[in-house]
C-alpha cells in the first residue's frame, strides 16, 4: 500500500477539485489503467517525492498565471493516487503547461513539468480526446517540416486554413502588418523568402521522427475513434475481438 494511500479521496472529493467534467462513462478501471502507465514508467519516481503543498512551483508557473492550471494540483493527485483526477487532469490540465520547467525549483525535489510530461505521452498513446484536439494543428505543423524543413511562416496563418487553432488565427491574419512591424527581423520569414532546406536535411528530420516514436504516435492519433471510450486503436476492442 503506497504511504499516501489514506489520503485516497472519494470521487466527490475529486468532482469538488475545480468545476471540470468528472467522466463517469470511462470505468474506474479504465483511469487507474492509464494512472498505471504513467507510474510504471521510470522516471516517474524521479519526478515525484510527495508534496509540501507549499505553492512554490505555482508562483513559478507561467501557465498558472494565465488559467485555471495548478503544478501543484498535479503533483497532489499523483502522490494521493487520485485515479479519477489525474484522468480529469489528463483530459484538461495537463495540455495548459508550457513544458517551461520553472516548477523544478520545488523544494522538495518533484518535477510536475515531468509529471506532466509522462501523462501527455500515455494520453497520445492512448489515443484520449484531449491528446487529439491538443495535437490536431500540430501535426499539420510537423507534416509541413516534414516536407519543406521549415516551420509555419506568419502569412500562412489564415483562418480558412487553420480553422481549429481558434478565433485568434483570423485576428492574426487580419492584423498580420501591424504584428509585424512589432517582431524581430528574424520572425519576418514568409512562404516566398523562407529558407531552403536540403534533401539530406529533411531526411534527417524525417528519421528522428520516425526513431523517435513520433510519426507512429500521430498516426496512432489518427486511427483513434470516438465510437467509445477506449477510443485508442492499441486498446480497441472490436479490433481484439475481429482480429
Ligand atoms: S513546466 Fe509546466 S507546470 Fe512547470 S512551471 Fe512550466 S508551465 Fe508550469
Ligand atoms: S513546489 Fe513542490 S512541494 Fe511545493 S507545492 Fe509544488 S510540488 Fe508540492
Redesign the pocket.
Known sequence: MSASAHLTPTRADSAAYKLGTTYPDVPLEEKQRLFDEVKTDERFHDYLYGCYECGI??A?????RYYD???RR?AQAAAREDVELVYQQMQEDIW?????????RCPRGN????I?TLMREVAVNNGLESAKQALRGYTRIIYKIMSTGTQVSPDMLQADAFPDWGPSVALVSEKLDLWRRALPPETHHTTTTGWQISTKTLVELYLIWHKTGALAMIAELARACTACWRRSWRTCWTKRVTS
Do not use: R
Open positions: 512551483c505555482v513559478a508557473c507561467p501557465s498558472a492550471f495548478s503544478p498535479i495548459d503547461c508550457s513544458q517551461c520547467f520553472s516548477c523544478l518535477n510536475p513539468g515531468g506532466i
